[in-house]
């Protein structure tokens, strides 16, 4: 099946009464993407599910204003990001000073989670993940794990290739340090 | 522990195969799960949630025309209601108040009624008898200058500039 073009998505959904069909199109495009890229910044399905759905509505509302300055992609990642981003955010406020250690509440989380199947390895790597600073954490996912080029990554997160390679390295080595127990 | 023996296993933490780095074999399958068919219900869900906030949004459009319709109502009803007033109430008031005003003039100069109390009074009252049967002047006034000689007027006129001057 031939995929069809973010172009032309956006010039369906500029014309009238064609803006929902438009809509699912990128819904069927860019739907299991987004979720995994807030899935594995929030880790629990059901949080991911929120902001994922918090993300397309912010999509709709603001695709009449898409000017195309950046690509749909990279604009719907950016949404996506910041949308988890500020979930965790208020998370954190509500916890507040109830989380005494958060990685044993992550580890614990994951680990009675049902819709996590990792190993004991898996788990660790996620932990270890978990603590990084949320630039570097942000950039190792997106880098590790969903294999992106630093060109699409910085234009996400509007940091420079230099600086997402530092980061990069830093959250490489501060995970290797945390797996390997002195 | 299964992850040291993995560790001891590999002999280093990170392994590189195929230009791709990884911590260890397999850390890169995805651990996270979803429901089953959760793509395709979920993708409904925003649809519907779609479909609800376009409707909420001309709700919303149809809530600020009727709300923008009652209050230009108000204002329009509000406007005619104060050129009624003023037509109606206040106009008449204020006739009636001149004319009583004119009325004491006229007995309490009595028979100093002249040119000079008249032109001082003018020039008080800010009354111009540029033409005395302008419309805009009120009729009570142009009544009384219609009490003196048209051709006094003139006189009247010079005697308010000096009135005016000594203000």
New interface residues.
């Given amino acids: 099946m031939v995929e069809i073009s973010d172009h032309q998505i956006l010039t369906l959904f500029l014309q009238k009464g064609e803006e929902?069909k438009a809509?699912?199109m990128i819904?069927?495009k860019y739907?299991?993407r987004a979720?995994?890229h807030i899935?594995?910044i929030v880790?629990h399905?059901e949080d991911a599910?929120d902001v994922?759905?918090n993300t397309?509505?912010k999509i709709?509302?603001g695709l009449k204003g898409f000017r195309g300055d950046s690509e749909l992609f990279t604009w719907l990642y950016r949404i996506a990001t910041n949308e988890a981003l500020s979930f965790l955010k208020q998370k954190a406020k509500k916890a507040g000073s109830r989380i005494d250690d958060p990685e044993m509440t992550i580890a614990n989380r994951l680990q009675a989670d049902?819709?996590?199947?990792?190993?004991?390895?898996?788990?660790?790597?996620?932990i270890e993940v978990s603590k990084l600073p949320e630039r570097q954490k942000l950039v190792f996912q997106m880098k590790?794990?969903e294999d992106m080029k630093y060109e699409q990554i910085s234009a996400i997160l509007n940091t420079s290739v230099g600086a997402l390679k530092a980061s990069y390295h830093h959250a490489?080595k501060k995970?290797?340090k945390g797996?390997?127990p002195d | 522990m299964a992850f040291f023996v993995k560790l001891i296993d590999y002999g280093s933490i990170m392994t590189v195969e195929n230009n791709n780095m990884n911590f260890f074999e397999g850390d890169k399958n995805n651990p996270f799960l979803v429901p089953p068919g959760y793509f395709a219900e979920s993708r409904a869900q925003i649809m519907q949630k779609i479909a609800k906030e376009g409707a909420i949004s001309s709700v919303k459009e149809f809530k600020i025309r009727t709300r923008l319709l009652w209050m230009s109502g108000i204002a329009a009803s509000l406007l005619i209601g104060l050129l009624l007033f003023q037509n109606m109430y206040l106009k008449p008031h204020r006739s009636i108040k001149l004319a009583q005003e004119i009325d004491w003039f006229i007995n309490y100069t009595g028979s100093d009624l002249n040119d000079v109390t008249l032109a001082s009074y003018f020039a008080d009252e800010g009354i111009s008898i540029e033409d005395p049967y302008d419309e805009v002047l009120d009729s009570e006034r142009a009544s009384l200058l219609e009490m003196t000689d048209y051709d006094e007027l003139f006189i009247i006129e010079e005697w308010m500039n000096i009135e005016n001057q000594n203000k």
């Fill in positions: 929902e809509f699912e819904l069927n739907q299991e979720y995994w899935r594995k880790f399905h599910n994922l759905q397309f509505i709709w509302n049902e819709y996590f199947d990792g190993d004991e390895i898996q788990l660790k790597l996620q590790y794990f490489v995970i290797q797996l390997i």
